[in-house]
């Protein structure tokens, strides 16, 4: 799969390990390096910023996308390629989502969640074909795969929509699965649902 873009969704905070800032910063020093446009929050605070810092400083092309009640002297990031305001949090899930060839979630809480669990339904739905990955930094998202698991052991989640998530726990594997991905769908199934 030809991988032009990402988009990223993580915590507006840096969180209590400075692990997850430093993978931050490797994502976005890797997608400028690999000239992928990367498309994330807008925000200057947090693993968000720390990801854009890092793209930047290498040339990259960081677009941020966020909603117009954002504090401009607070939370919006400055010092990116290009800002697109929304007027809403869910219009900014549909622009991510319709722009990026590809999602990734690092650690973050409700919000991050928000936008993952949102991304993987519309999967689901056949929505989009793109992949969603989680990108599991310090086993941060272990409880959230074993949650996962037990959707699908006790019948609510259907084997092939539980395949169409990515795991990795290094950026390098992050990437080589973006590249090869394939999407598991069944189209049957999306038939039956469509009709």
Avoid at 67 to 86: H, R, W, Y
Avoid at 100 to 129: C, K, R, S
Wanted: with cysteine.
């Amino acid at each position: 799969m030809s991988i032009r873009s990402i988009a990223l969704f993580c915590g507006s905070a840096e969180g209590a390990n400075p692990l997850y800032g430093e993978v931050a910063a490797l994502l976005g020093a890797m997608c400028a390096d690999k000239g992928l446009t990367l498309y994330y929050g807008g925000a200057c605070l947090g693993l968000m910023n720390k990801a854009a810092d890092a793209a930047m400083a290498r040339h990259g092309r960081v677009v941020g996308i966020a909603p117009s009640f954002f504090s401009k002297n607070v939370v919006l990031a400055k010092d990116i390629s290009e800002m697109i305001m929304v007027n809403s949090m869910s219009e900014r899930k549909q622009m991510m989502e319709k722009l990026a060839d590809a999602f990734v979630v690092l650690p973050g809480a409700y919000g991050t969640m928000d936008e993952f669990f949102e991304l993987i339904t519309d999967a689901q739905l056949g929505m989009h074909h793109k992949p969603v990955a989680v990108l599991n930094v310090n086993g941060y998202y272990d409880h959230l795969l074993a949650l996962l698991d037990r959707f699908e052991q006790d019948g609510f989640l259907r084997p092939f929509h539980h395949e169409l998530l990515v795991v990795a726990a290094t950026l390098e594997e992050l990437f080589d699965k973006l590249e090869n991905y394939q999407n598991t769908n069944d189209h049957q199934w999306l038939k039956h649902i469509k009709e």
